[in-house]
């Protein structure tokens, strides 16, 4: 991570950056969002193992990456907890969850938008329950749905900035305008469109 790039907001790999990397960029002001795929299967995490085979679905087009079958959130959501307790621990502000549009795509599973709208909100409720702001990304089509579901419990605001530095393995996605959510009528501080700063998306 380079945290020479002056922005007000960064955006970090939530395992391969520490809570001293997030309180050196909280002493300099800056809001520090958790990048965790809650998407996908990565064969690089060190919880890969908790998953089992029966939530693995096809590639997504990423090495080392498979869809994960989203319906089943008696497996997936203590897993999630857990990688959402670590950018807590940590100290982040926020969370950036990925591939939360996995019902668009050939997963190997027969996945619709009503299933992914459950996870998208068990997502969010999980990141409010621990005092995170939650952004929505690749989704944005049913984004109005999502905001309406959103209700008061989070601590913490979302990050204001238009602007980010993003600092983690999957930068090589692109990078899309994104839905700030505190469980709270739309902040008007919430960032639309938060361009990389990294120079590698």
């Excluded at 939530?55 to 008696?74: A, C, F, M, S, T």
């Amino acid at each position: 991570m380079d945290p020479s790039v002056d922005v007000p907001v960064y955006d970090i790999d939530g395992f391969e950056n520490s809570a001293a990397d997030v309180a050196r960029l909280h002493r300099d002001g800056r809001k520090v969002i958790c990048y965790v795929n809650v998407g996908a299967w990565e064969d690089y995490r060190p919880d890969r193992d908790a998953f089992p085979g029966s939530v693995l679905g096809g590639p997504n087009g990423w090495h080392g990456e498979r869809w994960l079958d989203i319906r089943r959130v008696d497996v997936l959501r203590p897993l999630m907890e857990r990688r959402f307790d670590m950018c807590r621990d940590k100290g982040f502000d926020a969370v950036e969850p990925d591939l939360v549009e996995g019902y668009g795509n050939d997963t190997g599973f027969p996945l619709t938008a009503d299933d992914q709208l459950r996870y998208n909100r068990m997502i969010a409720d999980i990141a409010h329950e621990r005092g995170l702001a939650v952004g929505l990304k690749n989704d944005l089509p049913r984004s109005p749905v999502w905001w309406t579901t959103s209700t008061s419990r989070s601590t913490r605001s979302a990050p204001s900035s238009t602007s980010a530095a993003c600092s983690n393995p999957s930068s090589r996605r692109a990078r899309r305008s994104s839905t700030w959510s505190t469980r709270s009528p739309r902040p008007a501080s919430a960032p639309g469109p938060a361009p990389c700063a990294c120079r590698r998306c």
